[in-house]
């Protein structure tokens, strides 16, 4: 079954850096777009970044753009969130998510902190 495990995310104050991972098993990682959201506390999910199947096109969410960059390395069935300059804003649980068949699957999601 489709699997999406997120790791990588902590505590770390502003201006930090940290690195977001999402391992994939389940389904043909390649063959598939994919995409990173995060929910802040009070608020709606929302969509942060969006990679294509080889990774040669991405899109990024307005207030993200400049400092995040997302990446994929298809044969470790894995994508990234590099997230520099981190602003308090960006607080929130961070999921990754892929589209098969239809159905979208989540994985658990990975809390991001940042605060001094």
């Known amino acids: ?5 997120e790791s990588g995310g902590g505590l770390v104050q502003p201006g930090g850096s940290l690195r977001l991972s999402c391992a994939a098993s389940g ?5 598939h777009i994919m995409g990173w959201y995060r929910q802040a506390p009070g608020k709606a ?3 942060v970044a969006g990679i294509n199947t080889s990774g040669s096109r991405t899109n990024y969410l307005d207030s993200v753009r400049e400092r995040f960059t997302i990446s ?5 069935n894995t994508m990234y969130l590099q997230m520099n300059s ?9 999921y990754c998510k892929v589209p098969v068949g239809g159905v979208d699957y ?7 902190t940042v605060s001094s």
């Open 86 to 94: 981190l602003k308090a804003e960006d607080t929130a649980v961070y």
């Open 27 to 31: 389904f043909p990682f390649s063959d």
């Open 106 to 112: 989540w994985g658990q999601g990975t809390q991001v």
């Open 72 to 76: 994929r390395d298809n044969p470790r």
């Open 1 to 5: 079954q489709v699997q999406l495990v």
């Open 45 to 47: 999910r929302e969509w």
